[in-house]
């Protein structure tokens, strides 16, 4: 316990956007059980609108990554809460489709798909929830 108060200790004298970098590297490396710590560390910095919504995404594909789609879920979700005009809206939506989907809930996949194709029609993301709601 004490290593861990340490490290959290160390953690909280670094920079945010030091830290962002470095869970977003854990992320792309597949270690997502180090980049979820990062990004919950981050929350815990109080940063707020543009950024705090990327640090839910980023925790969100952690826990996707981990299957942990429950989880994924709830922090997809909060991206938009953070910053409704957030770039990382559709593939939040996209993803939330997928958690469902994973968890074999059919229904509640199909209206996430559903409701991105309606928001973002143009996105990438759309396109992606367009081949899903057709399978």
């Known amino acids: 316990l004490k290593d861990k108060a340490d490290v959290e200790q160390k953690e909280a004298a670094i920079p945010a ?13 597949k270690n ?11 929350l815990n910095k109080g940063i707020k609108g543009k950024e705090l919504a ?16 429950k989880k994924a879920i709830v922090q997809y979700s909060k991206v938009q809460e953070a910053f409704a005009k957030s770039v990382k809206v559709p593939a939040s ?29 143009k996105s990438p993301e759309a396109k992606k929830a367009h081949a899903k709601v057709k399978e």
């Open 17 to 29: 956007s030091d830290l962002f970098s470095e869970a977003n590297k854990l992320l792309r490396q």
């Open 32 to 42: 997502f059980e180090d980049a979820a710590e990062k990004f919950r560390t981050l």
């Open 54 to 69: 990327e640090v839910h995404f980023g925790l969100g594909e952690a826990e996707y990554g981990m299957k942990n789609f």
């Open 93 to 121: 939506l996209l993803k939330i489709g997928l958690s469902f989907q994973n968890l074999n809930m059919v229904k509640e996949a199909r209206g996430f798909f559903q409701e991105l194709g309606e928001r973002f029609p």
